[in-house]
T-cell receptor, first 113, second 115 residues
Framework: NAGVTQTPKFRVLKTGQSMTLLCAQDMNHEYMYWYRQDPGMGLRLIHYSVGEGTTAKGEVPDGYNVSRLKKQNFLLGLESAAPSQTSVYFC????????????FGAGSRLTVL | AQSVTQLDSHVSVSEGTPVLLRCNYSSSYSPSLFWYVQHPNKGLQLLLKYTSAATLVKGINGFEAEFKKSETSFHLTKPSAHMSDAAEYFCVVSDHAGGGNKLTFGTGTQLKVEL
C-alpha cells in the first residue's frame, strides 16, 4: 500500500548542478503533479501531467523540466540548480478531475548552496 | 480568479478545548473547498472536502467544516483538541471542474496543542 513515493528524501546541491526527483505512484492515477512548498507561501504548482506522455506548466515552472514516460512515474528535473530552488518538493496524484482530491508523497527536501 | 486566505498563521489551544481554524475564499464560480493536514515531515492528507452538497462537512479525526456562501468562509472546527492534532492545516479552493492544476492553496495555519 505504497501510494505515492518520492526519491530522494533529502539532497544538497551546489549552484549549477543538475538533479532529478522521482515520483512513483501505484494507484493507476492519470493525473500527477509537482508542487514546491516554501515558508509562508503554501504550495505552488510547478508542472503537472494529465496522462502518460503529457506535461504542462503550472504556476512556477521556470528552471524545472518534467517527463512522464510511464503512467506511474513523474520526474522533475533541475538542469542548473539555483539557491532560489531550495525548497520542499511534493509530488501528488489523482484519479479523476472533478473531485480534485490529491494523494501526496512525503516530500523531498532540496538545499542548493 | 480564485484565492484563499487563512486568517491565522498560528493557533495555540489546550488539549480538550475546541479548535477553530479560519479560512475565507474568493471564487468566480461555485467552488470546491478542501482542508488538508500536514504532520511534521509528512505529505499532505485530505481532512475533508465540500463539493456543493451538504454545507456542513464531516471529516476524519472529528474535524468538520461549514461552507457559508454569504460569508465566503469555510472554517475548520473540532470540539476537543488532542495532542495528535498538532500539525499544519491548509485550506484549498478550486472553482473549476478540472483537475488538481486548478487548486489554490492557503498559506497554512500551524496548530499547537498544549497540555
Amino acid at each position: 500500500n505504497a501510494g505515492v513515493t518520492q526519491t530522494p528524501k533529502f539532497r544538497v546541491l551546489k549552484t549549477g548542478q543538475s538533479m532529478t526527483l522521482l515520483c512513483a505512484q501505484d494507484m493507476n492515477h492519470e493525473y500527477m503533479y509537482w508542487y514546491r512548498q516554501d515558508p509562508g507561501m503554501g504550495l505552488r504548482l510547478i508542472h503537472y501531467s494529465v496522462g502518460e506522455g503529457t506535461t504542462a506548466k503550472g504556476e512556477v515552472p521556470d528552471g524545472y523540466n518534467v517527463s512522464r514516460l510511464k503512467k506511474q512515474n513523474f520526474l522533475l528535473g533541475l538542469e542548473s540548480a539555483a539557491p532560489s530552488q531550495t525548497s520542499v518538493y511534493f509530488c501528488a496524484s489523482s484519479f479523476e478531475t472533478g473531485a480534485n482530491v490529491l494523494t501526496f508523497g512525503a516530500g523531498s527536501r532540496l538545499t542548493v548552496l | 480568479a480564485q484565492s484563499v486566505t487563512q486568517l491565522d498563521s498560528h493557533v495555540s489551544v489546550s488539549e480538550g478545548t475546541p479548535v477553530l481554524l479560519r479560512c475565507n475564499y474568493s471564487s468566480s464560480y461555485s467552488p470546491s473547498l478542501f482542508w488538508y493536514v500536514q504532520h511534521p515531515n509528512k505529505g499532505l492528507q485530505l481532512l475533508l472536502k465540500y463539493t456543493s452538497a451538504a454545507t456542513l462537512v464531516k471529516g476524519i479525526n472529528g474535524f468538520e467544516a461549514e461552507f457559508k456562501k454569504s460569508e465566503t468562509s469555510f472554517h475548520l472546527t473540532k470540539p476537543s483538541a488532542h495532542m495528535s492534532d498538532a500539525a499544519e492545516y491548509f485550506c484549498v479552493v478550486s472553482d473549476h471542474a478540472g483537475g488538481g492544476n486548478k487548486l489554490t492553496f492557503g498559506t497554512g495555519t500551524q496548530l499547537k496543542v498544549e497540555l
